[in-house]
């Protein structure tokens, strides 16, 4: 499809485990973002790229989150040692950034993340 | 950073009435403010955004204002309908036109017939 692609879906881990979820933008959209949000709470910004370079990666809770893009395309949210306060939906956007401005941001369906 | 608050966190309606969301922001730097309706279950999606060098924007039954010296922007939903029923969000750029969305919490908008 055309739209943005997350992978797992669903994904159940049990607490200590490293888990990696998966984003493929849009083709052609420069720019992506990750967001938590967790059960009837707002978006959590975690981090943004440009390109393969993240300007702003403030919103990353702790060092055990990190996550990297290749190729202006597809990016992987990394969570070590899990917490069951890491439990949410990770939901990642991307947008072509037209003209150097940030445009309309197209969610994916999200990765249910369970920490048992 | 930016920081963008959001109210109310529930609003309920009647049919037909009017519904006003008002967000603020902090950092003078941004110059972008779309909104985003997710219904249950669902990803959000935009419905409609202004730009710092406008001060209101209608599309049909909505609308959004902006007062860039208030540094505060709403959202003006006319004859609402139960369809309207979901969660609205309002964000704001950090770091200027080309910058990262910050997101308010959200207002849970419920439209009774």
């Known amino acids: 499809g055309a739209g943005v692609s997350q992978s797992p879906s669903n994904k159940v881990t049990e607490k200590g485990k490293d888990v990696e979820l998966r984003c493929d933008p849009i083709s052609g959209h420069t720019a992506l973002y990750w967001y938590r949000q967790s059960l009837g709470q707002g978006l959590e910004f975690l981090i943004y790229?440009?390109?393969?370079?993240?300007?702003?990666k403030s919103g990353l809770p702790s060092d055990r989150f990190s996550a990297e893009r290749t190729g202006g395309s597809v990016s992987t949210l990394t969570i070590q040692r899990t917490q069951q306060e890491d439990s949410a939906v990770y939901l990642c956007?991307?947008?072509?950034?037209?003209?150097?401005?940030?445009?309309?941001?197209?969610f994916g369906e999200g990765s249910r993340l369970t920490v048992l | 950073g930016e920081n963008v608050e959001q109210h109310p966190s529930t609003l309920s309606v009647q049919e037909g009435d009017s519904a006003v969301i008002k967000c603020t922001y902090s950092d003078s730097a941004s110059n972008y403010f779309p909104w985003y309706k997710q219904e249950l279950g669902k990803r959000p999606q935009l419905i409609i955004d202004?730009?710092?060098?406008?001060g209101e924007k209608k599309d049909q039954r909505i609308a959004v204002t902006l007062n860039k010296t208030a540094k505060h922007f709403s959202l003006h939903i006319t004859e609402t309908q139960p369809e309207d029923s979901a969660v609205y969000f309002c964000?704001?750029?950090?770091?200027?036109?080309?910058?990262?969305?910050?997101f308010g919490k959200g207002t849970k908008l419920s439209v009774k017939p």
């Open positions: 202004i730009r710092s060098n406008v």
């Open positions: 790229f440009q390109g393969n370079s993240a300007p702003d």
């Open positions: 964000a704001a750029t950090r770091g200027g036109s080309q910058g990262n969305l910050i």
């Open positions: 956007a991307s947008t072509t950034s037209p003209r150097g401005n940030t445009g309309e941001l197209f």
